[in-house]
């Protein structure tokens, strides 16, 4: 009953997220040729949209399924889990990736073609020791990097996999993004070029 009563809640309460995670998806040429039924494990305790919505709703949206587990990936029978019900798509941390390139043994993550990665920053010699560790356990993923919050709703930015850097990508589809620098009181575009400054985001979950 969980996840049910909580694709109903969600529905409601943060839309902007996991449609936009879809609508960017469904755009993607590596998915559009994806044939197998998504599933997803639920890597962290549920107390966030991260694991909440982009965790469980964005599969439930293509008819895929979740498996839940006390403590997410922490949970001693997470890799067993994974290959049991042939987990495909993977949503995770940093310091979940660190975790898996520290046991003794070498996982199969044959099955796993989607990786994204959130929740801290990943540099882009992280994400390198990421890609090279999935490949040498079987997998052809590349790590996209995301970035959102749980009180815009979850996921708002996204990175192609194959990017090489840091970058968090471009904003999903429907959420808008800008940047306020401080100093002269001003909004800037994504467009106007590289900026430092606040990122400022709106999204249907954020008005």
């Given amino acids: 009953?969980?996840?049910?009563?909580?694709?109903?809640?969600?529905?409601?309460?943060?839309?902007?997220?996991?449609?936009?995670?879809?609508?960017?998806?469904?755009?993607?040429?590596?998915?559009q040729s994806f044939k197998k039924r998504i599933?997803?494990?639920?890597?962290?305790?549920?107390?966030s949209a991260y694991s909440l919505i982009d965790m469980v709703n964005l599969p439930f949206t293509f008819g895929g399924k979740v498996i839940i587990?006390?403590?997410?990936?922490?949970?001693?029978?997470?890799?067993?889990?994974?290959?049991?019900?042939?987990?495909?798509?993977?949503?995770?941390?940093?310091?979940?990736?660190?975790?898996?390139?520290?046991?003794?043994?070498?996982?199969?993550?044959?099955?796993?073609?989607f990786v994204f990665v959130g929740g801290a920053y990943t540099s882009a010699e992280q994400k390198k020791k990421y890609n090279s560790y999935l490949r040498k356990c079987g997998s052809k993923a590349r790590i996209s990097i995301g970035y959102g919050a749980t009180e815009i709703g979850g996921a708002a930015i996204l990175s192609s996999p194959e990017s090489e850097d840091d970058s968090m990508g471009l904003?999903?589809?429907?959420?808008?993004?800008?940047?306020?620098?401080?100093?002269?009181?001003?909004?800037?575009?994504?467009?106007?070029?590289?900026?430092t400054g606040v990122l400022m985001i709106s999204s249907p979950s954020v008005r």
């Fill in 69 to 113: 587990l006390p403590y997410g990936l922490y949970n001693p029978l997470g890799l067993s889990v994974m290959k049991q019900h042939h987990v495909n798509i993977f949503f995770g941390l940093p310091a979940i990736m660190d975790r898996f390139i520290k046991l003794p043994i070498k996982p199969d993550l044959s099955n796993i073609e």
């Fill in 1 to 31: 009953m969980f996840p049910t009563k909580s694709r109903l809640y969600l529905l409601s309460c943060f839309p902007g997220s996991y449609s936009s995670m879809a609508n960017a998806l469904c755009s993607s040429i590596r998915f």
């Fill in 39 to 47: 599933a997803c494990v639920q890597t962290l305790v549920a107390n």
């Fill in 171 to 195: 904003p999903l589809p429907g959420i808008k993004v800008k940047i306020y620098e401080e100093n002269e009181q001003k909004y800037y575009n994504l467009e106007d070029g590289p900026r």
